[in-house]
């Protein structure tokens, strides 16, 4: 590891540490030339599929692009970041799961969306609207009746007002 210095070639590790959830090490180095320390991440390089687009072009996976899209879909919702984390670490483990070289990216949008589901049914239903075109407020109105029917997500708010209620049905004012 070069010293982000002096560029000199011999640095020590004095320190690591396994991150939180075991996906990185963090490591804190000393340059043996200069003196100065500095910290680098240690992550798992694992090949991802690479993503099919719906024109047929194909590109590598990239995790900044997946996490922007659960922030559009999240953008003014009250969901901590640590589970947003999760849900973009969710994808991601989906995606190495599969034993596939390529992968389309209609797929990818169906782990996303079973993730922000979960997360957050407004967040959902505004993915779902790009993700699947819809055309008008019929089928809003199809996609909130199979949320609500589903009952999933027992302890968010309701989609259409009233009150949270137990086992995630609202109740009438």
Do not use: W
Not at 58 to 74: I, N, V
Not at 114 to 138: I, M, T
């Amino acid at each position: 590891m070069h010293c982000p210095f002096c560029q000199h070639t011999d640095t020590r590790v004095i320190d690591s540490r396994v991150s939180d959830d075991g996906a990185t090490i963090r490591r804190r180095r000393v340059c043996e030339a200069c003196g100065e320390r500095f910290s680098t991440i240690e992550t798992i390089e694992l090949k991802l599929p690479a993503i099919i687009k719906s024109d047929g072009r194909r590109e590598a996976f990239d995790a900044r692009k997946l996490r922007a899209g659960f922030d559009r879909a999240l953008q003014k919702r009250a969901v901590p970041d640590e589970q947003i984390e999760a849900a973009v670490r969710a994808v991601v483990h989906q995606l190495r799961m599969t034993t596939e070289r390529e992968l389309a990216s209609r797929r990818v949008g169906e782990f996303v969306m079973a993730e922000l589901r979960r997360l957050d049914h407004v967040a959902y239903v505004r993915f779902a609207s790009v993700y699947r075109a819809f055309e008008d407020v019929a089928d809003f109105r199809e996609e909130l009746d199979r949320l609500e029917s589903d009952n999933a997500g027992e302890d968010q708010l309701p989609l259409l007002g009233g009150e949270p209620a137990p086992h995630g049905k609202p109740r009438k004012r």
